[in-house]
């Protein structure tokens, strides 16, 4: 039996012994985010450490800067849009309802990102555009955090998980590095970014087992009525 053979209707997205664990992490990455926003909100400018780590990577980029705006232009929006239309065609075709379902936790990470916490956060340097979290960030972690859950639901080899994870953390970890070697975001900005994407899919992902499994237990009660 292969791993994607183990994928079927009730198969959750997060097993139930490990949800108290993500619960968990979701409260720490909200946490995260909403402790930079507080720190960062209204600020024009960005604090000591900060400042000088933005200015030695853009400073010293320097040619190089272009095949990093390149990825940050074209290749993280590129990347965050195939594999959630890959993780969505998957779970069509193999009618995993709860997989679809978690695709619209990627365009809703995006949303929050945009519509709420960039307003609310109002971090802007005179002439420039809101930028806690990133955006682009918040998107391919998103999507990297989509396309882990999936994953893991259908493998249970805990070292195929493990570099399935490594090689999802190097692909954020390059958005990062972009965003800010690019010159289009200062550091904390991508962590709110990465902090937002993971823990808004995580969060919609456990929603949706809750929601399938609660159906699910409706149904079974009406049957024996």
């Not at 396309?147 to 249970?156: E, K, Q, W």
């Not at 999802?168 to 590095?177: A, K, P, S, T, W």
Request: proline share 6%.
């Amino acid at each position: 039996m292969s791993a994607t053979d183990r994928i079927g209707p009730c198969t959750p997205l997060v097993p139930a012994h490990r949800r108290r664990a993500a619960w968990c992490v979701v409260a720490l990455l909200a946490a995260v985010v909403a402790v930079f926003g507080v720190i960062l909100h209204g600020d024009p400018g960005a604090p000591a450490l900060e400042q000088r780590f933005f200015d030695y990577a853009f400073e010293h980029s320097g040619e190089r800067r272009q095949p990093w705006q390149d990825i940050f232009n074209t290749v993280l929006p590129l990347t965050t849009i195939i594999a959630t239309c890959v993780v969505a065609a998957w779970s069509l075709v193999r009618r995993w309802w709860r997989g679809v379902a978690a695709c619209a936790a990627v365009p809703l990470a995006i949303v929050i990102t945009s519509a709420l916490l960039k307003p609310l956060v109002d971090r802007a340097p005179p002439g420039s555009v809101l930028l806690y979290p990133s955006g682009h960030v918040t998107a391919i972690a998103a999507a990297s955090t989509l396309v882990f859950l999936v994953f893991c639901a259908g493998v249970r080899r805990a070292a195929a998980r493990g570099a399935v994870a490594m090689v999802l953390g190097i692909v954020c970890f390059v958005g990062m590095f972009a965003s800010v070697v690019g010159g289009y975001h200062w550091p904390l900005d991508t962590v709110g970014g990465l902090a937002t994407g993971a823990s808004a899919v995580t969060a919609w992902a456990l929603l949706v087992d809750l929601a399938f499994e609660t159906g699910a237990r409706r149904g079974r009660a009406g049957d024996h009525a």
